[in-house]
C-alpha cells in the first residue's frame, strides 16, 4: 500500500486542491498573505502524512509528523474562517471546506490513536 492510498491523504489532497482553486479568485493584495499562508498550510496536512507513513516504523515519528498534520489542519481551518469573515468566500463555502477539514482531523486522530493499523510497530 502507498501513502496515497490512505484516506486521510486522499481526502486532505482534495481539500488542499480545493482551497487551490477557491484561492485563484482571492485579491491581489492578498497574495503573500492570506492566499499564501491557506495554500501553504492546506497541502501540508497530505505532505505530513506522507511523511508519517514512511516513517511508520517508528511509532513516535509517525506520531509525530501525524500531529504535524493535525496543525496544519487546524491552522487551515482558521485560514477558512479568515476567508469567510474577510468575504472571500460566502458562508456556504465556508461550511463545505470546514465539514471537510474537521472530517480529516477525526481521521488524522484515528490513525494517532491506532497506529499498528497503519504498519506502526
Not at 481539500?15 to 491557506?38: H, V
Not at 506520531?63 to 474562517?81: F, P, Q, R, V
Amino acid at each position: 500500500m502507498s501513502f496515497t492510498d490512505l484516506l486521510a491523504f486522499k481526502k486532505s489532497f482534495s481539500l488542499a486542491m480545493n482551497i487551490f482553486e477557491i484561492s485563484k479568485s482571492f485579491p491581489k493584495e492578498e497574495k503573500y498573505s492570506l492566499t499564501d499562508q491557506i495554500r501553504r498550510s492546506s497541502r501540508s496536512v497530505s505532505a505530513n502524512i506522507s511523511e508519517a507513513y514512511r516513517k511508520r516504523r517508528y511509532p513516535k515519528h509517525f506520531i509525530s509528523k501525524l500531529t504535524d498534520a493535525d496543525a496544519e489542519n487546524s491552522e487551515t481551518y482558521t485560514w477558512l474562517l479568515f476567508c469567510s469573515e474577510c468575504k472571500y468566500i460566502n458562508k456556504n463555502i465556508l461550511e463545505i471546506l470546514s465539514k471537510e477539514s474537521l472530517e480529516i482531523g477525526k481521521i488524522i486522530n484515528y490513525m494517532i490513536n491506532n497506529p499498528s493499523k497503519f504498519g506502526s510497530v
